[in-house]
């Protein structure tokens, strides 16, 4: 079987193939003149095969459907493993689209059957039942409290920004056997609020600070800051899907972050715990 890499996720198809045994099929891509996205895939396919494509832009959705369309007839595994618009997953206000819905919308003409999809730590799972196809959320919690584990943290406290991501905090604290806590907001005044660990005391000790994804790095920046000033040692950020916007990374470590620890989602400088193993574990298992 062979394993087709897109643009945004070539390191992570090639960890997968590696430790599949598979080809990782030899493919091109580029962009005209006028900002049209081109693909080829050159390998010979057989009728199964497995796509991984990020999509943290526009393009990426646009080459995924372009890889999709050269595979059309075959039985897909295809593996998202940043599936972006995900936040949006709801219609907040009366006009908008939900453009989770649309994406997976677009994607499910080329998934014929014996399709699966695969996403991993996506940021809300109803997003998954807009596809057609049999589809799975891996967790790379674990590999993460694992990556956690090996930096000796002093009486480490795993805190999540909010109630949003507390079951993977609480996942992470398992993984470190450390207690754990989400931040509560107190509006302090129209412009300022004050963030705290609802229940813990982080004085004098290490905090991880546990998400889903960091993107402008805002709300971490923000929790770094407070958790600094209520006497936390050392604060470590880990997260799976590392997006990082803009100046990100420069607002995080002018906030004190000792480490940014996430995965090879997105393939970033701090992409250093691979989800290549969670996702040829998962093929391989629904092949069997
Ligand atoms: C939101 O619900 C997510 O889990 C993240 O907390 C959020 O997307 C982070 O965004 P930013 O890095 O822009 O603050």
Same mark, same amino acid.
């Given at each position: 079987?062979?394993?087709?890499?897109g643009p945004s996720s070539?390191?992570?198809?090639?960890?997968?193939?590696?430790?599949?045994?598979?080809?990782?099929?030899?493919?091109?891509?580029?962009?005209?003149?006028?900002?049209?996205?081109?693909?080829?895939?050159?390998?010979?396919?057989?009728?199964?095969?497995?796509?991984?494509q990020s999509t943290p832009?526009?393009?990426d959705?646009?080459y995924?459907?372009?890889?999709?369309?050269?595979? %059309?007839?075959?039985?897909?595994?295809?593996?998202?493993?940043?599936?972006?618009?995900?936040?949006?997953?709801?219609?907040?206000? #009366?006009?908008?689209?939900?453009?989770?819905?649309?994406?997976?919308?677009?994607?499910?003409?080329?998934?014929?059957?014996?399709?699966?999809?695969?996403?991993?730590?996506?940021?809300?799972?109803?997003?998954?039942?807009?596809?057609?196809?049999?589809?799975?959320?891996?967790?790379?919690?674990?590999?993460? #409290?694992?990556?956690?584990?090996?930096?000796?943290?002093?009486?480490?406290?795993?805190?999540?920004?909010?109630?949003?991501?507390?079951?993977?905090?609480?996942?992470?604290?398992?993984?470190?056997?450390?207690?754990?806590?989400?931040?509560?907001?107190?509006?302090?005044?129209?412009?300022?609020?004050?963030?705290?660990?609802?229940?813990?005391?982080?004085?004098?000790?290490?905090?991880?600070?546990?998400?889903?994804?960091?993107?402008?790095?805002?709300?971490?920046?923000?929790?770094?800051?407070?958790?600094?000033?209520?006497?936390?040692?050392?604060?470590?950020?880990?997260?799976?899907?590392?997006?990082?916007?803009?100046?990100?990374?420069?607002?995080?470590?002018?906030?004190?972050?000792?480490?940014?620890?996430?995965?090879?989602?997105l393939d970033?400088?701090?992409?250093?715990?691979?989800?290549?193993?969670?996702?040829? %574990?998962?093929?391989?298992?629904?092949?069997?």
């Amino acid at each position: 079987m062979v394993v087709i890499g897109g643009p945004s996720s070539q390191l992570l198809a090639g960890r997968v193939a590696a430790i599949l045994g598979e080809e990782l099929a030899m493919a091109d891509y580029k962009v005209f003149p006028d900002g049209e996205a081109y693909s080829q895939v050159a390998t010979a396919l057989g009728d199964e095969v497995t796509v991984i494509q990020s999509t943290p832009t526009d393009r990426d959705i646009i080459y995924l459907m372009q890889l999709l369309d050269i595979c %059309q007839g075959k039985k897909i595994s295809l593996v998202i493993p940043y599936f972006g618009y995900a936040r949006q997953d709801k219609i907040f206000k #009366s006009g908008e689209p939900m453009t989770a819905r649309a994406v997976a919308h677009a994607l499910n003409p080329f998934l014929g059957e014996g399709s699966r999809v695969y996403t991993i730590n996506i940021h809300a799972r109803t997003v998954l039942d807009h596809f057609k196809p049999w589809s799975q959320n891996l967790d790379a919690t674990l590999l993460l #409290s694992q990556a956690l584990a090996r930096m000796d943290l002093m009486k480490p406290v795993v805190i999540s920004p909010d109630k949003g991501a507390v079951l993977m905090a609480q996942e992470a604290a398992k993984g470190l056997g450390a207690e754990c806590d989400y931040l509560q907001k107190t509006r302090l005044s129209g412009t300022e609020v004050s963030m705290a660990p609802k229940e813990i005391n982080v004085s004098g000790r290490d905090v991880v600070i546990v998400d889903d994804m960091i993107a402008t790095g805002g709300t971490m920046a923000t929790a770094i800051s407070m958790l600094k000033a209520q006497g936390a040692v050392m604060v470590f950020l880990a997260t799976v899907h590392p997006v990082l916007t803009g100046n990100a990374l420069i607002k995080l470590y002018r906030s004190g972050v000792e480490a940014v620890v996430a995965t090879d989602t997105l393939d970033k400088g701090v992409s250093t715990v691979s989800v290549a193993p969670l996702i040829a %574990q998962a093929i391989r298992a629904n092949r069997a």
